[in-house]
């Protein structure tokens, strides 16, 4: 019998009568064969209550295990109650806490890195023929408290789980039925991939593809977890995330991605001297703030330039109150914020082989009158910074180009 | 500094701004020197809207340990919230789930016994000079589950944990201030009791004063444990339960409980033959059904006899069946049912050096034309069964013959 860890999110498990489906879906896998390993959400809105009363007594935040003791209780209740649903239909089941999951954790509360899994006592469970139901978002730490994973970890504790009992396969259940070449809401044409690559995967994740969590990707693409993205609602394939070995015939672009999380910041009249980009990145990587893509502009005279950069919107106020503050040091005439910019992406393996995928994107671009604000490159993206309001056009523009259009 | 074990029930810890309010006291507590193990409950309602869940999905409630998975999260939340609610306030804090405090049980879930506590991270906690925060009525199985402790079981975690921190005293804050010689709301000149013996606390919780729960106090007695029943609303002192020796001057009397939870059967007709009580209650004792209460009347022809004992009123119907499927086996005429009964109970270890306790009580009722279904006595307790409309009067005419009216 191959394992399957298979993981359901908040919205499938939200009240009784979804976990009583979810029942039912695991009870027909099992009857197929499979040895099934089940990570669960909180149902959806439980978290945010919990955080909720967090919050309410401690805005600031400042006790993260005693966050974590809180928060981690609603994962603890789907999983009761799914083990439940399932010994009602007649499949026994058995449910595990992080900590008696042997989810091993670092100690930082509420984002807690997974150092490593004894998952013996959920293999004796399933060696018995019971269905294992892991509580997911959770572990516990080297002193013994109770770990979260941060937002959406219970992918991460799915793919976890997958390596550690070497698992055929981990089936992420959401409510979309896969991973699409582009946003169906932009696209209508958008199609659902069926095979993606760890890496092409990676990047739509970080470049604003929200199906699945970065950090979950890339355990994953570490251990080589085959990842199914499907949905919950209906019985459909949904999209495989496998090595490249494993796709046959490679797309030269598989996606195209976006973000509106973006803003563009321009330092004009910088001195030109070595050291400058130091002296402007350096405060800003102290503050947190996290620096995308950069434009430098050789300036007229040689002497003063502009460079630009780009940060999530959140830290757009932020950063720049901290480069007024090295205004001095610096050495600048003025910063110019700008919060109305989107990041388009076209991701695909096949872009290592194949020359022209960047022509094809500015010359698209182009013909369609959209202005590049900056490009970023890695071996399988190019990224582009447009006007927000030229988001969609351009998406759709580059959908066409690209042959990703469905029949 | 003295250890002294805290438990706050639900409607202590309902709410965010409930639980700011018991902060505070555990502060206040703290900064008198007192060095603190503080047990709590489930928010008020949280557990009946978890087991309703469970029951939703399997009403026969074949699944204790999963129901026990879910059920013990109520605690979890509260602990954490306190957590942080005292770190806000300036006092470090840890809180526990059962299993992290040590708390051992066997594997009854639902109901599971405390087979003993390994205190040492909650004292080593104490001792960096936190208050230890402990979730009450969950431990872990011999299995590694969770385990609870049935309803009311906080009050047990606490005066286990008292006994293992070897705790000066164990303060239970309820919404009473503590225990009175009788129930205020029937005899308006009840008095508060300062110090009442485990033995008559055992009695007066078994014969119906809810404010403790009866295992508990058999813990306390068991290790000696000095307990406190006062109000979290209020500040001033409750009631002790303490150990004989620690009282001077005893009452004869200390209080008088009542339970309307009392039905009687009377078994007309019955073959006054021997083996005959033991054919029945065999089939009762069988079915789990408690009687209490038996008193057998002589037969005027000295062949048949009636035999009358008490049950719970919940047992009723299924008493009266039990014994109509045992007909011929037992041999009797008919069964006559009655829920309209209730008991009424002295209590009070000065008996055992006092006669004439249960003379005055028989007088006092005669002289009210009450009248004694039947009786039952210990060393430090008379019990006497009466129609359920007389219990108030009863009530109070022993109050004043005993001399417990306050002045």
């Not at 064969?33 to 149902?43: H, Q």
């Not at 995308?292 to 999530?312: C, E, K, N, W, Y």
Request: aromatic share 4%; hydrophobic share 45%; glycine share 10%.
């Amino acid at each position: 019998m191959s394992i399957i860890v298979q993981k359901y999110g908040g919205t499938s498990v939200a009240d009784i009568d979804r976990i009583r489906a979810v029942a039912e879906r695991v009870k027909r896998c099992r009857d197929r064969g499979d040895n099934l390993c089940v990570v669960l959400s909180a149902m959806a809105g439980t978290t945010n209550r919990l955080v909720g009363w967090v919050n309410e007594l401690d805005a600031a935040g400042h006790d993260a295990a005693e966050h974590d003791m809180v928060v981690s209780t609603g994962e603890q209740v789907t999983i009761g109650l799914l083990a439940i649903a399932l010994r009602t239909i007649g499949v026994p089941a058995r449910s595990f806490t992080g900590w008696q999951a042997g989810i091993r954790t670092d100690g930082t509360h509420g984002k807690a890195r997974i150092e490593g899994i004894d998952a013996s006592a959920v293999r004796v469970a399933m060696d018995e023929g019971r269905v294992a139901i892991v509580a997911g978002f959770q572990g516990i730490s080297p002193e013994g408290r109770v770990t979260t994973l941060g937002r959406g970890g219970s992918d991460t504790s799915a793919v976890a789980l997958a390596a550690a009992l070497e698992a055929e396969r981990c089936d992420i259940f959401t409510d979309v039925d896969g991973v699409y070449t582009t946003d169906p809401r932009i696209v209508a044409k958008a199609r659902k991939i069926e095979k993606i690559t760890y890496e092409e995967m990676l990047e739509m994740a970080s470049l604003g593809a929200k199906v699945l969590q970065t950090r979950s990707v890339a355990v994953a693409m570490q251990h080589g977890v085959r990842v199914q993205v499907l949905s919950s609602f209906d019985e459909n394939p949904g999209t495989l995330v496998v090595s490249e070995d494993e796709i046959m015939e490679q797309n030269i672009v598989t996606g195209i991605a976006y973000s509106r999380d973006e803003a563009r910041i321009t330092v004009v009249g910088v001195k030109d001297r070595p050291g400058i980009a130091a002296a402007i990145f350096g405060p800003l990587s102290e503050n947190g703030i996290n620096v995308d893509m950069i434009v430098q502009s050789a300036s007229r005279d040689g002497v003063s330039a502009a460079l630009t950069f780009t940060v999530s919107r959140a830290d757009l106020p932020r950063a720049e109150r901290v480069l007024d503050e090295h205004r001095e040091s610096i050495g600048f005439d003025r910063v110019i914020g700008d919060s109305s910019v989107a990041k388009v992406s076209v991701i695909g393996v096949g872009m290592r082989s194949h020359a022209g995928v960047a022509h094809t994107m500015f010359e698209t671009l182009s013909r369609r009158g959209i202005n590049i604000h900056a490009i970023s490159t890695s071996e399988i993206k190019v990224s582009v910074l447009v006007t927000e309001d030229y988001t969609e056009l351009a998406i759709r523009a580059l959908h066409t180009a690209y042959g990703l259009d469905a029949a």
